[in-house]
């Protein structure tokens, strides 16, 4: 786990995007190669370090979870397309257990946020005002209580750099039609409850997690991006979770925690992380791989 891709280079095939964690590429006029690096963002900045095997963690847990609900919708993989057929030597070397050829949808501007538990911008939002994203809740919450039943909190995908904002479902049946908002609602919180009960068995408190859909040219609702990862779920261990207090995940929380306590102002470029906040943000990513597809 020593070596770590920051930044991908493949010269054969035309660059199309970089986010702030994958690197996307065209393949021919039909699908698309998705690089996972070792890239971290934190508050919606990209650090300067990259962690030693998150890419290939991220990517085998997508997969995991996209075969597990290919029966409820399809999704982004495209199985028939070889790396090999398409990428030289040196370049497949980059790409060893950390890249896919995916079908090229059209991709939803929403990001479809499942809640369970009460953390984060939605205790803030909570604490202020007894809702969560316009969503009222029961008096009385703590920090980190489960919900009543989980929530759908879509916001609007922000470019690279700027904060995702939370918009109402009104907001989404505006942009993209009543039809296909309820079914990304309806679709979200399906996955969200599956994955949750099954994570659940496996130790694991999925607490919130974003998707993304996208539409082929039928208009079918496809599974796209990266699915239930430690970048995209919050995770934490079942056997100590408590309500009241903030528990530790499985995730990119240790990194946070370290930069909250530094003078940083939160905008690029990012500090340096110490060699201790990466090893151990390295094993946690692991460890949440290990106990969810072992």
Same mark, same amino acid.
């Given at each position: ?21 994958? /690197? ?60 090999? /057929? ?14 896919? #050829? *995916? ?15 009460? #953390?984060?911008?939605?205790?803030? /939002? ?33 470019? *690279?750099?700027?904060? /995702? ?79 009241? *207090? ?49």
């Amino acid at each position: 786990m020593s070596s770590a891709l920051f930044e991908s280079r493949i010269d054969s095939l035309p660059r199309i995007h970089r986010g702030k964690v994958r /690197d996307i590429y065209a393949v021919g006029d039909s699908h698309m190669l998705i690089v996972t690096s070792d890239r971290l963002s934190a508050f919606d900045v990209i650090l300067p370090q990259p962690i030693p095997g998150k890419g290939a963690v991220l990517q085998a847990l997508t997969e995991f979870w996209m075969r597990r609900f290919a029966g409820l919708l399809p999704n982004q993989m495209a199985p028939e397309m070889r790396l090999e /057929d398409w990428l030289r030597p040196d370049e497949l070397a980059q790409c060893e257990g950390r890249a896919v #050829i *995916v079908k090229k949808l059209k991709a939803l501007p929403i990001e479809c946020v499942a809640r369970g538990y009460l #953390i984060g911008s939605g205790w803030k /939002d909570y604490q202020a005002s007894g809702k969560v994203c316009g969503i009222a809740l029961p008096a009385g919450l703590r920090l980190a209580d489960k919900l009543p039943e989980p929530i759908f909190t879509p916001a609007d995908k922000a470019p *690279v750099g700027s904060h /995702d904002e939370n918009i109402t479902f009104a907001e989404v049946e505006r942009r993209i039609g009543a039809d296909l908002a309820k079914q990304l609602r309806d679709t979200t919180l399906r996955i969200y409850g599956e994955a949750s009960e099954y994570a659940r068995s496996r130790g694991i408190i999925i607490a919130d997690t974003k998707f993304e859909f996208g539409l082929d040219d039928a208009g079918r609702l496809h599974l796209i991006d990266e699915v239930l990862t430690p970048d995209s779920s919050r995770f934490w261990p079942a056997d100590t979770y408590r309500a009241g *207090v903030s528990p530790p995940s499985f995730d990119k929380q240790i990194v946070r925690d370290y930069l909250e306590t530094l003078a940083w102002n939160k905008k690029a470029p990012g500090p340096q992380l110490p060699d201790e906040i990466i090893a151990r943000t390295g094993a946690t990513y692991r460890e949440a791989q290990r106990l969810l597809t072992a």
